[in-house]
């Protein structure tokens, strides 16, 4: 026994940052930004904290599934971009929503969505959960440097959650991690300490934009070819690869390689930029309230970031 998803939710702040919005802070032009990450807008938080974007994507997602916070057996949740280090950010998700089951976060980056739900099939595999929890929420406008318009422009805030119940839809999974910091990185507060012979790093998303590039069109290619050869399938047979949303350029070239047509893939970039672990999750909240999917339809989630570390998981809908 594994997992169906039951229900999907979304929430971005209500502030809308253009691409011209971003050329008065920046050396930059919406043309560049078009053209080189396909971002168009992007949502910005102004008073929201992260465990309000995610406690909002939660109740949206709680209530598409037509569950009750007191219904729910786990609440897993994901950020790098977290309010505090500690409570969790799963942890506040269930004060607000008024839930008692038991909470914490996983770190996996911009993979973590994919984590989450790996792990939640653990719970159910074993019979200890009927109804779990799975959030992705960023607040990374507090994590770029607004003086980098290499990454300013890509990053943005928001959240995704899923209700998972018992099911067969998660099919299958694949999950590679490549540990340095060379890539990506994001230093954490450095602290205070009068002993620390420590230089202190600034705690901003330093990222090398083109080996992140090709490390994520690599991953994308064979994590999905890997799904299918493992399940015995086609790509005609998969009706949305849903990839992580930090480049438009990423998924075309991923496209070209994997001979699909863009078409299968679903691609939203042009309104959020990148949310990191709330990328899939938006994603798949608004493939599900547009109708795209129908029961048993196969999709393919597929995601890379920080660790370096990348994921994809096949499910049936
Ligand atoms: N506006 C205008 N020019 C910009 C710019 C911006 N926002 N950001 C960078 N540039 C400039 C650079 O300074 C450079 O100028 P130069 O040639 O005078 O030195 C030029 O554009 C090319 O820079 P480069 O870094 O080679 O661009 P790129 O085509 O690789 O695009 C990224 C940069 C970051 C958009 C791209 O590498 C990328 O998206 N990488 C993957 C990032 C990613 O997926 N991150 C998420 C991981 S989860």
């Known amino acids: 026994m594994n997992f169906s998803i039951l229900g999907t939710g979304m ?40 465990v309000e974007l995610g406690y909002q994507a939660a109740l949206r997602a709680l209530e598409n599934s037509g569950t009750k916070p007191e219904e729910l057996d786990l609440i897993l949740a994901a950020t790098v971009s977290g309010d505090n280090v500690s409570p969790s950010l799963s942890c506040m998700i269930q004060r607000k929503l008024g839930a008692t089951c038991t909470a914490y976060d996983i770190n996996a980056a911009c993979s973590a969505f994919l984590y989450l739900l790996e792990t939640a099939a653990g719970y159910f595999a ?32 928001g959240a995704g959650a899923a209700v998972l119940g018992k099911g067969s ?12 910091d060379t890539v990506i990185k994001i230093p954490a507060y450095a602290g205070e300490s009068p002993f620390s012979r420590l230089e202190p790093e600034r705690p ?26 493992q ?40 309104e959020y930029g990148n949310t990191s672990s709330a990328s899939i999750p938006i994603a798949l909240d ?31 809908w």
């Open 231 to 270: 399940n015995g399938l086609t790509p005609d047979e998969i009706k949305y690869i849903v990839p992580h949303q930090a480049n438009k350029r990423i998924i075309d070239l991923a496209c070209i390689r994997l001979k699909m047509p863009i078409s299968k893939f679903y691609v939203n970039i042009q």
């Open 126 to 157: 074993r019979g200890k959960v009927k109804k779990v929890l799975v959030v992705g929420a960023e607040r990374l406008s507090k994590l770029v440097d607004w003086k980098d318009r290499g990454t300013c422009v890509i990053f943005a805030d």
């Open 286 to 316: 608004e493939i599900n309230r547009k109708g795209l999917l129908k029961c048993g339809d196969l999709i393919i989630l597929t995601a890379f970031g920080a660790g370096l570390s990348n994921a994809a998981c096949l499910i049936r």
């Open 204 to 229: 901003f998303i330093h990222m090398e934009g083109q080996e992140t590039f090709k490390y994520a069109v690599n991953a994308i290619c064979s994590d999905i070819n890997k799904l299918l050869e």
């Open 11 to 50: 929430y971005v702040p209500d502030n809308i940052v253009t691409n011209d919005d971003m050329s008065k802070i920046v050396d930059t032009s919406d043309e560049w930004i078009r053209q080189r990450v396909g971002v168009q807008r992007r949502h910005i938080c102004t008073t929201e904290t992260t």
């Open 169 to 180: 839809g998660y099919l299958d999974s694949t999950f590679t991690t490549r540990g340095g």
